[in-house]
């Protein structure tokens, strides 16, 4: 039998007004006869006459029962070791980060429109920006992208819009499914994408081979360091160079973790950086929210980034320093359909985060902790390199915190799926479309795992390559 | 305040590991490393301890306002209250440490939400299918018009390359179509604020690829002619996207799939009351008819004989736009709260979100804040009105005035088309006690600005009026410390 469609009756929490008397006094005001009046303007030949196909409303307990029970069941941490990586990491978030992103105050708020009442996020966001250009080594960040691969969509058509030109080239060894959303977000524009050749020894780009397809027609280039591999790229300050003396613009990809340790792309002539903020306090969540960064060296790139922006102003009737958003004239809301981007809602929140756990950790923290992850991730490499039938690590450049390893005679997917049945999540198989000549997964070790943590891993496997 | 060697946190190293490996310099070729030496390198971070930290953040915390403090109505943001339950759900083990990569059966739990979210959200819109993986509305609209982009090239209709966009339309209509390679053609209202089927057939044309319509408008006013629109630009050949910031208005009452619209995004920090976190994380799943189920970007999430599993095999899609799955975290509390909801406590949103703006309008002063399009007509999920104050600014002016009032302004000065506007959305979750505080509010500020007696507003918050021109340069977005 079909449902009616029935207003609902007696309290619920969520809806404070659903009571008769009060309806009715509101109706009263506005002059109404009923609330369904208040819809005759919707042709009746498109009102829905059924009610939604849907669950009855559920009290808060039973929702929570059931969604917390659904949820235990997924094989995650605690309960199951990650040592998965590939853009999104296991990394620990310290106690007070939690604190301070769950205050309602930042939360539940939204763009900071009335800056008089929005200080507070306009200046955690404006101490992000600051941080994070400090991090990278450039010199305006904006306060948040969707994700990593989002941003280096952007970054790409950013890139040829500023140069009016039409070629861009991807090392190949980017992330593939970073890979996929600059395609995607390049699809509709005049853009051709060129991959560049990597070495399967070292792991790294060939940038050698690199040097005559830099020419005057190329927008720029797009590398990640450390890349898909996790492998960490030489000789990107030759090719800035060479790029430069072109006019092309060197677009850079990083884990920012990894700059606690390795020197800022700023620092190797990078003109826009874009990175997955996501180690920096920020859960794995299955895929999201994350924290895209985006910045640029150069101040004139930043009437061109897309994205907001916060900015360090005064009061208008005195010198009191406060915040507002800044450069809006790039943005949608303004500029229409001549913005640099569309993007509108971002990931504030998880800047918010980021800002706090890099003030939480400061330069020493930072150090030790980008020390503490090379010093684990090489253990775990070193000890997976006595499994019998693996090859670790596989690539000889050198790496962060991510490694591939390589097996004989054992696919990279069945590895995969046992170590998940032994409760170890790791070896992310690499695509054959790299074309690496052998069955290879991908590892991750941060400073989560302990030695007792990649025993367990190496066992796990020893097992699993085990025909 | 920063102290050299201080720090909030600090990681372990296990001992058995620092037995057996290098100094960590080692790992890193010279030319690589970051030194520090106190050179151009070196990082420049603050150094602190946790207590201070917190007290930062804490102090900043209260320099903010929110949802939770008082009433938020910003017309088009639907700053609805998000449930703390969904708060807590989130914060659980298998959501947070769910890796994306992970294979699917250890992850069947979350992807059983996700499956069951797209069904109910194609339900909603009566839409075919959904993709959840968009980030945020902006997202939605940049994959709908990729696929309809795509859609028309493989019809051998590439020549097509105008997207209609009525002027009251938010700005990332325009942006997304510009985006995905589109001329804009900006269809004018009339003086009722509506879009008129007469005027959208003599600007639909074989150059028509589609027309981005959001209903009810941002004035809003529901699109009476909205099935009419769909035929004459479904009859140029062109697709329908429904832009679903106002969907909140609707619940139940009628579905863009009713409507004639082929593409729908919602934007679940609005009508599905996830929190906006000052900006953001949003979602903004894209659904769509049954023609265009293979052009969604992908991951889809599917069901199949052993269980759940991210679905790539769709034949047309317009790609991947976001790296992995989509917000999560922020899908699973949009599902919770239609869980709490259910069919009938979802209508009954749509009914007391539209009681209210039309309620909260009934109070103000008609002379001071008339509407200035649909006069007569009955508002949706907000109320657009023009400050009348015979000076310029009044809309700012009010603004900043009701701040003193422990309440947040409307959105100031949009949609573009009425001057010194003010759009206010109270949402179903303000009672009506505070309806009628904010209304009063209102009506006073009018009189003390007519009458000059407002003087500098507002005077009690945490910073006077900001300069905002002067904060238009490039050199003020960052700081030394």
């Keep these: 039998m079909m449902k009616k469609n029935e207003p609902l009756t007696g309290s619920h929490p969520l809806l404070p007004n659903l009571d008769q008397e009060i309806i009715d006094e509101m109706l009263l005001k506005i002059g109404a006869g009923s609330v369904e009046e208040l819809f005759s303007d919707i042709p009746s030949d498109i009102r829905l006459k059924r009610g939604l196909r849907l669950p009855e409303g559920q009290s808060e307990s039973v929702v929570r029962r059931d969604l917390q029970s659904r949820l235990a069941s997924n094989k995650t941490p605690p309960n199951s070791l990650c040592f998965l990586g590939g853009g999104v990491w296991p990394h620990y978030i310290p106690a007070a980060v939690e604190s301070v992103v769950s205050r309602q105050e930042f939360y539940t708020s939204y763009t900071p429109y009335q800056p008089e009442i929005s200080q507070g996020m306009l200046q955690a966001l404006f101490e992000y920006q600051s941080l994070m250009c400090d991090l990278l080594g450039m010199e305006a960040c904006n306060s948040s992208m969707y994700d990593w691969a989002s941003a280096a969509g952007e970054a790409a058509r950013m890139a040829s819009k500023v140069t009016g030109r039409r070629r861009f080239l991807l090392c190949g060894d980017i992330g593939p499914t970073r890979l996929e959303v600059i395609r995607a977000y390049v699809s509709p524009m005049d853009l051709e994408l060129e991959s560049l050749p990597f070495d399967v020894r070292s792991g790294a780009t060939d940038f050698s081979a690199l040097s005559s397809r830099i020419t005057s027609d190329v927008a720029g280039v797009y590398v990640e360091n450390p ?211 052998r069955e290879a997964g991908l590892f991750c070790v941060t400073e989560v795992h302990t030695h007792a943590d990649i025993e367990r891993l190496a066992v796990a496997l020893g097992e699993a390559v085990m025909r | 305040m920063s102290r050299k060697g201080r720090v ?299 269980g759940y599993y991210l679905d790539y095999d769709l034949k047309q899609t317009v790609g991947r736009l976001k790296g992995f799955v989509g917000n999560s975290a922020v899908l699973l509390r949009a599902y919770a709260y239609i869980r709490l909801l259910g069919a009938d406590g979802l209508a009954s949103v749509s009914s007391l979100a539209v009681l209210a703006a039309n309620y909260l309008w009934s109070l103000l002063d008609s002379e001071a804040y008339p509407v200035t399009h649909g006069k007569g007509m009955r508002r949706k999920h907000e109320t657009v009105v023009s400050v009348r104050s015979g000076l310029p600014g009044g809309a700012m002016q009010s603004a900043k005035a009701l701040l003193d009032y422990g309440v947040h302004a409307p959105t100031v000065y949009f949609p573009l088309i009425v001057s010194e506007a003010l759009m206010i959305e109270p949402t179903e979750s303000e009672p009506v006690e505070f309806l009628d505080e904010y209304a009063s509010a209102l009506n006073r500020i009018s009189r003390e600005l007519k009458e000059g007696r407002l003087g500098n507003v507002p005077r009690n918050t945490s910073v006077g009026r900001v300069d905002e021109v002067k904060a238009s340069h490039p050199s003020t977005l960052k700081v030394r410390w």
Aim: with cysteine; glycine share 12%.
């Design chain 2, 8 to 306: 909030g946190y600090i990681p372990p190293l296990d001992p058995k590991i620092k037995k057996s490996v290098g100094p960590p310099s080692s790992y890193i070729p010279r030319e690589l490393r970051r030194e520090d030496d106190g050179g151009g390198d070196a990082l420049n971070l603050p150094e602190l301890s946790e207590l201070q930290v917190l007290r930062h953040y804490n102090r900043l915390s209260q320099m903010n306002f929110s949802v939770e403090l008082g009433m938020y109505p910003l017309g088009s943001c639907t700053m609805k209250y998000n449930p703390k339950v969904s708060e807590m759900i989130a914060s659980s083990d298998g959501m947070r440490h769910a890796h994306p990569l992970q294979p699917e059966e250890t992850v069947q739990g979350l992807l059983s939400v996700l499956h069951e979210l797209g069904e109910m959200l194609s339900e909603i819109t009566g839409m075919h299918r959904f993709s959840l993986s968009t980030a945020a509305g902006a997202q939605g609209e940049f994959a709908g018009v990729l696929m309809i982009r795509k859609y028309l090239r493989d019809h051998g209709l590439s020549e097509k390359d105008e997207i209609l966009v009525p002027d009251s339309a938010h700005g990332t209509n325009p942006a997304s179509a510009a985006m995905g390679g589109f001329k804009v053609v900006k269809v004018p209202s009339g003086e009722s604020g509506l879009v008129s089927a007469k005027v959208v057939k003599e600007l639909a044309s074989e150059s028509t690829a589609g027309m981005m319509f959001t209903v009810p408008n941002t004035l809003g006013l529901f699109e009476g002619e909205v099935v009419e629109v769909s035929k004459a630009v479904h009859d140029a050949g062109g697709l329908m996207y429904y832009d679903g910031a106002n969907m909140n208005a609707l619940l139940g009452k009628t579905r863009p799939g009713d409507m004639g619209f082929d593409i729908v995004h919602l934007n679940l920090h609005k009508t599905f009351a996830t929190p906006h976190g000052g900006g953001g994380p949003g979602a903004g799943p894209v659904g769509v008819t049954e023609r265009l189920a293979e052009y969604l970007p992908v991951p889809v999430v599917s069901k199949g004989k052993s």
């Design chain 1, 227 to 437: 890349n898909y591999f996790g492998v960490l790229e030489e000789g990107l300050l030759d090719l800035s160079a060479r790029l430069h003396e072109k006019g092309g613009l060197l677009v850079v990809g990083v884990d920012p973790l990894s700059l606690s340790i390795v020197k800022p792309p700023g620092k190797y002539g990078a003109d826009i950086v874009v990175g997955e903020g996501q180690p920096l306090g920020i859960p794995m969540n299955y895929g999201g929210p994350h924290l895209g960064i985006f910045a640029v060296k150069d101040l004139r790139l930043a009437r061109s980034m897309p994205g907001r922006l916060i900015g360090m102003t005064s009061e208008k009737d005195s010198e009191q320093k406060a915040f507002s958003m800044v450069l809006q004239t790039r943005e949608q809301h303004i500029r229409r359909e001549g913005a640099t981007s569309n993007i509108c809602t971002n990931q504030s929140l998880m800047a918010v985060a980021a800002s706090c756990y890099l003030a939480m950790l400061g330069k020493t923290g930072l150090r030790r902790l980008g020390e503490v992850i090379i010093s684990n991730s090489h253990y775990a490499a070193k000890r997976l390199s006595r499994v019998d039938g693996v090859a670790s690590p596989l690539f000889k450049g050198p790496f962060f915190k991510e490694f591939a390893v390589g097996y004989e005679g054992t696919r990279a997917v069945s590895v995969y799926r046992k170590l998940a049945s032994k409760g170890v999540l790791g070896g992310y198989p690499i695509d054959r479309g790299f074309r690496l000549g």
